[in-house]
């Protein structure tokens, strides 16, 4: 039996999707749903629907019962999130989950003075506790969502240009649909045993490089500009934007710029079995017919 957390969540229920599309068994698979309502379209997949949530330990208890894998996918709510998942690692444990994988994120550092500290820090607690717990363990480091770069890019961007506080640092964005299926491939596969992966598209691309692609679709110059952090976090908070996102992306700009999200030795494409969908593809698909 495969378990998996945060299945209504877009990255949980690719991963459903793409095990089905594979061939596994809907039956073995069971879902963790704070309600049944949340879950009916994976129910009506065939899907088994369990009943819990991070902040309740007995209900992860029991819900875990009988699995065999467990994939772990990190919770969203930031202030919590450290206790959730070392929760969940605890009631794994005590439910006798036989192998647990665990969707951490990709860095070059673990250092506290990371600007990406912000959300490091409870990927790596959540990583500790699964390698002390004595579980069989996969970490799947996965790189920042290919599919969110148009948030940053912004609604305008080809009559505005790019306005991002990069500078020349570079980023592997990854497709969610590759992720989960990678992530897929390994719930399904063999020999996956404590290990950590590293889940980036092999390409890293800079700021500049998207705005040429995007030249190249529009047919007319799209510029970027990285502005100072603060510049950029006054620019979006005086647009309308709250506070905690100007500084979830401004931090995530200056993760960026100082190299912590770089493709590194990736292992995606093997894990895959082809290659991993480019930035040209995405940005081709995204805004070529516009």
């Known amino acids: 039996m495969i378990t998996i957390t945060g299945a209504t969540g877009q990255l949980g229920s690719g991963v459903i999707d793409s095990l089905i599309q594979k061939g596994f068994n809907p039956s073995n698979i069971s879902a963790l749903a704070r309600s049944e309502e949340k879950a009916q379209a994976l129910k009506d997949k065939g899907v088994n629907i369990k009943i819990g949530n991070y902040n309740d330990y007995n209900s992860l208890v029991e819900a875990f019962k009988g699995t065999d894998k467990l994939l772990l996918i990190s919770s969203n709510e930031m202030e919590n999130r450290s206790q959730q998942q070392v929760n969940a690692v605890k009631a794994a444990k005590e439910a006798g989950v036989k192998h647990i994988l665990y969707t951490s994120i990709q860095r070059q550092t673990d250092s506290s003075d990371s600007p990406i500290n912000f959300v490091l820090d409870s990927h790596i607690a959540t990583e500790e506790a699964i390698k002390e717990s004595g579980m069989n363990y996969t970490i799947l480091r996965n790189n920042l969502y290919m599919d969110m770069l148009p948030w940053v890019l912004g609604e305008q961007v080809f009559e505005t240009g790019i306005y991002y506080p990069a500078q020349d640092g570079r980023i592997a964005y990854t497709m969610r649909s590759d992720m989960a299926e990678a992530t897929a491939n390994v719930l399904m596969g063999d020999n996956h045993e404590n290990k950590d992966y590293n ?69 995606l494409p093997a894990l895959l079995g082809r290659e991993a969908v480019s930035y040209k593809e995405f940005l081709n698909s995204l805004y070529a017919q516009k």
Do not use: C, R, W
Request: charged share 15%; no cysteine.
């Open 199 to 267: 889940i980036s598209n092999p390409h890293s691309l800079s700021f500049q490089e998207v705005a040429v692609q995007l030249s190249v679709i529009s047919g007319k110059t799209v510029p970027y500009t990285s502005p100072t952090v603060e510049e950029y976090k006054n620019t979006l908070v005086g647009a309308g934007a709250p506070a905690e996102v100007a500084d979830m992306l401004a931090g995530f700009a200056q993760g960026i710029a100082q190299g912590e999200l770089v493709a590194g030795d990736t292992d």
